[in-house]
């Protein structure tokens, strides 16, 4: 029903998490997959486990490697139907105690590698006049977070770029959407808890003006991956431009 068998697809940030998910999921739909990540243990485990899933290096925040690996999915696997735009990187710190690099890297991997990879890929996607592209941002890009300057300002430009080029693309019959997770069991969020998921997460912090989860569980990697799957397939052909929030209703969509 989704029709996306016999598609191909790029997914960004595919080495663990969420990224990982929606590569799986993908390739369980029948989506022939190209998967990158900026080291290759993770795609590599994972091409090990899905065969037919295309294990790629690329770091994002270089436009050259982002080329090279765009070039081999459409070499080995066919033309790009889809790309999913993951790849993330998290620095926590008050804004008077951030560093340079910190900003820096944080905007290059969350913003300019979305930039990177959706160029490269809409350059090719706009003469065949098809395809999706759908980026994996956050809640934290609507919602003020204390401590999370960084992530939640790449992450609001990130959305914002995605929506910019969904109007650019339009006319060219290509969908452009944004998925933001709340809080999701993956190693980027798990750096952040101690034992377990702390009560804070699920229950909500007044101390940092963070509401809590009101369906009150975290989310799994999988839960993203079902949105992200669904804003990719022929079941959201009249969607484009739009933000779904996937988070338990933790920032009750404010």
Known sequence: MRGLAGKTALVTGAGQGIGR??????????????????????????????????????????AG??????????????????????????????????TDEAWARTFAVNTTGVFHTSRAVARRMVPRRSGAIVTVSSNAAGVPRTGMSAYAASKAAATMFTKCLGL?????????????????????????????????????????????????????PEDIADAVLFLASDQARHITMHDLYVDGGATLRA
């Open 65 to 98: 490697q982002v080329e090279t690996a765009v070039d081999a999915a459409e070499r080995f696997l066919g033309p790009l139907d889809l790309l999913v735009n993951v790849a993330g990187v998290l620095h926590l710190g008050e804004v008077v105690d951030l």
């Open 168 to 220: 650019e693309l339009a006319p060219h019959g290509i969908r452009c959407n944004v998925v933001a997770p709340g809080s999701t069991d993956t190693p980027m969020q798990r750096q952040l808890w101690t034992d377990g998921v702390p009560s804070p997460v699920l229950d909500g912090d007044p101390a940092a003006f963070r509401v809590g989860i009101p369906l009150g569980r975290i989310a799994t």
């Open 21 to 62: 998910a929606v590569a799986r999921a993908l390739a369980a739909e029948g989506v022939r997959v190209a998967a990158t990540d900026r080291t290759d243990d993770g795609v590599k485990q994972l091409a090990d486990e899905h065969p037919g899933i295309l294990p790629l290096v690329a770091d994002v925040t270089d």
